[in-house]
C-alpha cells in the first residue's frame, strides 16, 4: 500500500515554464489537497478536491490549475511559473472531514 | 488576519519540562480541530484530534474552547525526541477546508 505518491522530488524551473505536479493515492479517498509550504508561513492550501469532477479553490489558488479526473489522481498544474511559486508542495487525501490527513512526502520546487 | 494563529515560538525547554502551546482560530463555524506534528520539512503527520471535551494520549493533553475559539496543546515530562514543529489545523466549510496554523517550533534539550 502506497499512500500518497508524489512526483518529482524536486524541481527547478525556468521563470515562465509550465509543469505539472503529480499527486496519486491509492486508499480510495475522496478527498484530497494541495498545500504549499513557505518559511513563517505553515502550510496553505491552495486546492482541494472532494471527489472526482469537485474541485474548490483554497487560500492561495492564484496561478494554480488543478482537475480530479479520478478518484486517485489530483495534478496541479503551474501555468507560468514565477519565483514567487518556488516553495515546498505537498499533497494530501483522507476518508473524510473529521479523518487523518495522510501526506505525500513533497515536492522542493524553485522557480528561477 | 490568518485564520489559524500560533505563536511561532521558538520554545526551547529541557528534558522534562511540561510546555503549553496555544491556538486561536478567527471561523467560528469550524468543525474539526487537529494537532498535526512536522519534523524537518517532512510530511506533517497527525498528532491527536481535539474534542469538545478534551483529551489526552499519553504524555500529551489537548484542550478546545469554542467560546473563546481556541486549542491548547500540553505537553508533559518533554523528550528531546519531542523535538519538532507542531501544527494546528482547522476544517470549516463541511470539514473539506482544512486550514493549518504556521506551526509552533519546539526545542527539547538534554
Known amino acids: 500500500n502506497a499512500g500518497v505518491t508524489q512526483t518529482p522530488k524536486f524541481q527547478v524551473l525556468k521563470t515562465g515554464q509550465s509543469m505539472t505536479l503529480q499527486c496519486a493515492q491509492d486508499m480510495n479517498h475522496e478527498y484530497m489537497s494541495w498545500y504549499r509550504q513557505d518559511p513563517g508561513m505553515g502550510l496553505r492550501l491552495i486546492h482541494y478536491s472532494v471527489g472526482a469532477g469537485i474541485t474548490d479553490q483554497g487560500e492561495v489558488p492564484n496561478g494554480y490549475n488543478v482537475s480530479r479526473s479520478t478518484t486517485e489522481d489530483f495534478p496541479l498544474r503551474l501555468l507560468s511559473a514565477a519565483p514567487s511559486q518556488t516553495s515546498v508542495y505537498f499533497c494530501a487525501s483522507r476518508t473524510g472531514p473529521d479523518e487523518k490527513l495522510f501526506f505525500g512526502s513533497g515536492t522542493q520546487l524553485s522557480v528561477l | 488576519r490568518k485564520e489559524v494563529e500560533q505563536d511561532p515560538g521558538p520554545f526551547n525547554v529541557p528534558e522534562g519540562a511540561t510546555v503549553a502551546f496555544n491556538c486561536t482560530y478567527s471561523?467560528?463555524?469550524?468543525?474539526?480541530f487537529f494537532w498535526y506534528r512536522q519534523d524537518c520539512r517532512k510530511e506533517p503527520k497527525l498528532l491527536m484530534s481535539?474534542?469538545?471535551s478534551g483529551n489526552e494520549d499519553g504524555r500529551f493533553t489537548a484542550q478546545l474552547n469554542r467560546a473563546s475559539q481556541y486549542i491548547s496543546l500540553l505537553i508533559r515530562d518533554s523528550k528531546l525526541s519531542d523535538s519538532a514543529t507542531y501544527l494546528c489545523?482547522?476544517?470549516?466549510?463541511?470539514?473539506?477546508?482544512?486550514?493549518f496554523g504556521a506551526g509552533t517550533r519546539l526545542f527539547v534539550k538534554a
Open positions: 481535539v474534542y469538545s
Open positions: 489545523v482547522v476544517s470549516n466549510t463541511g470539514g473539506f477546508k482544512t486550514i
Open positions: 471561523n467560528s463555524a469550524s468543525q474539526s
